[in-house]
């Protein structure tokens, strides 16, 4: 086990997006808190996203995800993933970790691998309602498995090493969210925030501009819109606002994410984990468009959740019309009493405590007193 100062290490592995740096960031902050030592094993990607780690290195493991299903992207993931398992077995080895907690995603497949064939115990966390791909190779070899909902499709086989403890969210969110919902009035502001997670969505730049110009002129004259957008679709994003005289900020991110959440009256975007779980941590109403192709349909599930519990909308993106979505715009915004309840409701599906309940699981499968 390797100290600095006393100090035990962790070893955080994460994909390099933002739906898993982010809840990593979270726990790393929160072990950093307690006096733990940190580094990361992640993805070239990772450095597009500033994360704020607490983190002593960073260090990246080749992997990669399976990109077709013939022989050849079989024997070339395979080959990837052996290499990276070998990096983070010298890494594991050199470092010495007293556990290796991995967050989901093929990047995460190489470090927790390394650890479980070094015997050093770890940590899956899965974010979804619905086990992915990745954590369903690796969970039969990892210690123990944090959820971020109670129910997980995928999982029932793996129940006794399962303890949900929510998903971990940044210190920018728990900022975000001790600032109170404020329904919009009929004559004031309408604030709409619009993204599709931290690599944007084609599909928000296709609909929203075209939905907010079949809204009323009264109506449209109160919007305040920033919507995340993907490079090549900002130019065209802003031109309709523009001409549309409505005031809007468009950029491909927004580092300030959580604070413009807080803002908003209503959002509208995907339903990746780490955005259901930072919406109900806020505390904000939102309509949400799962990605209609993954494999396991986990969006959609993440977003049943929030639904179910009566803080969002849902929609299937094959019903995410540009008549569809102004028409529910108009009829929230007519009804502020709705929003207002929608944000109770999915503030009170949040788990504000998820990195520490997490914190205390690693601490506890590394064999580490409380901190």
């Known amino acids: 086990m390797s100290v600095e100062g006393g100090a035990p290490l962790v070893l955080v592995a994460a994909g390099g997006t933002g739906g898993h740096l982010f809840p990593a960031e979270a726990l790393s902050v929160e072990l950093a808190k307690r006096n733990i030592i940190i580094e990361i094993a992640t993805d070239e990607r990772a450095q597009e996203y500033g994360g ?3 983190a002593r290195a960073t260090h990246i493991i080749p992997s990669a995800s399976l990109r077709g299903r013939n022989p050849l992207s079989y024997a070339r993931t395979g080959a990837v993933i052996a290499f990276g398992t070998l990096k983070a077995w010298q890494l594991i080895g050199r470092i010495k970790p007293a556990v290796v907690v991995g967050f989901g995603g093929y990047p995460t497949i190489p470090p927790l691998l390394a650890a479980s064939l070094r015997a050093v115990p770890t940590v899956m966390h899965e974010q979804n309602g619905v086990m992915g791909r ?3 190779l690796l969970a039969p070899r990892v210690t123990a498995i944090a959820t971020s909902f109670r129910q997980v499709a995928y999982a029932d086989a793996y129940s006794p090493k399962m303890a949900f403890t929510g998903n971990p969210v940044r210190p920018a969110v728990i900022a975000a969210a001790s600032i109170p919902y404020a329904a ?4 004031g502001p309408l604030r709409l925030v619009v993204f599709g997670g931290s690599q944007g969505a084609q599909i928000m730049s296709q609909i929203v501009p075209a ?6 002129p009264a109506l449209r004259a109160r919007l305040q819109i920033v919507q995340q957008a993907r490079a090549e679709d900002l130019a065209q994003v802003r031109d309709i606002y523009s001409r549309l005289n409505v005031k809007a900020e468009a950029a491909a991110f927004f580092p300030d994410l959580p604070a413009r959440m807080a803002a908003g009256h209503l959002i509208i975007a995907r339903s990746g984990a780490t955005t259901v779980a930072e919406l109900a941590a806020v505390g904000r109403p939102a309509i949400l468009v799962p990605l209609p192709h993954a494999l396991d349909q986990d969006q959609r599930a993440n977003a049943g959740v929030l639904e179910k519990a009566g803080g969002a909308i849902r929609v299937d993106q094959k019903d995410f019309t540009p008549g569809w979505l102004s028409g529910e715009i108009a009829r929230l915004a007519a009804d502020p009493a709705r929003l207002a309840g929608m944000a109770k409701s999915a503030r009170a599906a949040g788990t504000l405590d998820a990195a520490g ?3 205390d699981l690693v601490l506890k499968v590394a064999g580490l007193p409380p901190r």
């Open 52 to 54: 704020k780690f607490p």
């Open 134 to 136: 990745a954590n369903r």
């Open 184 to 187: 919009p009035d009929a004559a």
């Open 211 to 216: 939905a907010v110009e079949r809204l009323s």
């Open 357 to 359: 309940r997490l914190a």
